[in-house]
């Protein structure tokens, strides 16, 4: 098992290396390691996994109704959904189908609402129900005045993005992966990459490098896509707004987008977003205050009583989109090169689908994969509401007490949880990415009560 | 496994753990504390300047903590650290966790003293990236005196409160220095003398009329935007910063039970209410006596009548 976060790399030459460690590249490197011939490395520029789109998005398993009808990404969501769902109730990664109500508030969305329900039926869903005024508000009381119908799509899930990449990436490296992080790639070329932490050989380059996909393109000479960063900024609202909400509740997509959502989340809060900005900079993941107001604005209108209650944080993810509509994966067998762009919100989804799909596009153009093995489970912490989290497990905290030594109040974290995540697989590198792997520090109080604490765990466990 | 006391303070910090003096003393029968923490004292535990205690027995804020702690206790109280009241099992009676495993405690009386704290960066709305860097003066204080951890180098202090200038001494304390005060008020909410001391003697500048607009820097904080009144911005290059005062209830439990909370009492029977719950951002002093006038409502028989003879009188 290797993770390396500093120091000289490896001077033999890979297999495959995949550059990005999102929830993609991820993903992909767990679907190389179930073959053992294969020499495979992620490569990533920051201190940790899933560290750019993968953690900072909508968090939904989505069925993919509402995709293009024959497009690439209609195929992968659909495939991956149902993967995804099986392999997060193997793994213990939080999944809770509450279901979406896609809401109409004007003539105009309700007489789209049938239109949108043969869309699904084409993408070959079929689940998908009108719902009159009265079902709506019986379904949903909370929900703001004016609401004049809605498409129920029952299979839509909530899901914890950031177990996801972490299961993923644990799995890959237990079945030999190499994941070099803090190692960015300078430049690229057939065989050779550059790196902040020196050179790396390989036979075979996957380009999932999400936001910076186009960049490493074009330095093998391809100009296939330009990724535009569309900035999401969303407000997580307290626990005490989640009686408010039963399902994701969606607008009715229009021409400028797919519109501000309110959904719960596997933590027990509630989420209000994202925003839709294009813009040119890869690193403006700050929030705005216009695009808070905004956010506030919308959300009152959707849910009135979400606003009475406290923001507990705010994010802003960059989606990767390109000019296309569609997913861009890409195979150039004369360089051993293989680009996969593209991928929008829905990455999260298709992504066990796309990893299947990748590797299918590499032995077809070349690759020797060798022998393939089934790989061994990997069981997650918990982190959702929805199922027993180790303060709740009188059997837990028997057989080892750490686990009823609540050091994070807020959300109710053990100093057994914080200490499995700081010696597990793929550790944090920051106090942020013990977050992710705990929800330490992620609750109301931001840090108030447990920060200096958690952070005296993690900086004693770094040595 | 259910457990029976006669009165349950949820807090040990300066209302509870005078109240649970207060109780056991006048023979309020078997009085436990409970506290999430692993230490006894609530606030004051972290507080290392002086200004505790009284002007005749003055005490640094961890001594005083350490009073409480010995008082109740010395009163017959038991302290029970280490343990989280999680929710409500009964109108008197709450879940609890700790090492030792889940338990009930059922009680004839429940004082809720949970405290408050202080509203962090993001439930301020305020804009920018997630830089590390960003602190409440709780989590400065604990970081600094109970853990001696480093923070940055050059802070800024949102806000011109008493709390604002005791973060700025920790931050001193800790070897940085401080940027800015910087207040939307018109003047600092602290006594001249203060005030002045800081401006001249620190030559610490105090910005009025003037909020923080974003956080700036990835990774590491390497900023704050800050817009005046007028709309004028500018930009005060610091690692940290440290969001003051505006207090709020830490009110879970009190929110778990459906309870409103008015001062010393709450919407249940049996149930009362003291310290920063009830008055957030008062001082450990008005805390402590309010958990004195909790216990002497939990003693009282109007408030024993309402339940029929709550409390066992001595």
Known sequence: MTVTTHGPLPSASYDVIVIGAGVVGSAIARQLARHPGLRTAVVEAQDDVGQGSSKANTAILHTGFDAVPGSLEARLVREGAGRLAAYAAESGIPVEPVGALLVAWDEEQLAALPRLAEKAERNDYKEARLLGRADLYAREPHLGPGALGALHVPGESIICPWTTTLAYATQAVRHGVDLHLNCRVRKVSQGLLSTDRGPLRTRWVINAAGLHADTLDRDLGHHDFTVTPRRGQLIVFDKFARALVRHILLPVPTALGKGVLVAPTVYGNVLLGPTAEDLDDKRATQSTADGLTRLRELGRRILPGLLDEEATA????????????????????????????????????????????????LRANGLESGPSRELEPVRMPNLGEAFPRPYQRPDLIAADPEYGTLVCHCERVSRGEIRDALASTVPPGSLDGLRRRTRARGGRCQGFYCGAAVRQLFEEARG | MTRQVDVLVVGAGPAGLTAAARLAASGAGRVEVLDREQRAGGVPRHCAHGGFGSWRDPL???????????????????????????????????????????ETVEARAIILATGARERPRAARLVPGTRPAGVYTTGELQQAVHLFGQRIGTRAVIVGAEPVSYRAADT???????????????????????????????????????????????????????????????????????????????????????????????????????????????????????????????VMRPSGAARDAAAVRRP
């Open chain 1, 314 to 361: 705010v994010y802003a993810g960059l989606r990767a989109a390109t000019e296309y509509d569609d997913y861009r994966i890409t195979a150039h067998p004369e360089q051993a090169y293989l680009a996969v762009g593209g991928i929008r919100s829905t990455g999260l989804t298709a992504s066990l689908a796309i990893a299947e799909y990748v590797v299918g596009q």
């Open chain 2, 171 to 297: 931050v001193r304390a800790s070897g940085a220095e401080v940027v800015a005060l910087v207040t939307e008020a018109e003047r600092a909410q602290v006594s001249l003398v203060r005030a002045q001391d800081a401006r001249l003697r620190r030559r610490v500048p105090l910005l009025t009329g003037t909020a923080v607009a974003e956080l700036l820097g990835h990774g590491r904080l390497s900023g704050v935007r800050v817009r005046r009144r007028d709309g004028r911005t500018a930009e005060l290059a610091c690692d940290t910063v440290v969001f003051t005062g505006d207090f709020v209830p830490e009110n879970e439990l009190a929110r778990r039970g459906g309870l409103s909370v008015d001062a010393g009492t709450t919407s249940r029977p049996g149930v009362f209410a003291a310290g920063g719950l009830t008055h957030p951002g008062e001082s450990a002093a008005t805390a402590a006596r309010s958990g004195a006038r909790a216990a002497a409502a």
């Open chain 2, 60 to 102: 640094t804020g961890p001594a005083y903590a350490r009073r409480l702690v010995e008082t109740a206790l010395s009163a017959g109280a038991v302290v029970r650290t280490g343990v989280t009241a999680l929710d409500w099992a009964g109108p008197l009676a709450l879940n609890t966790v700790g090492p030792a495993g889940p």
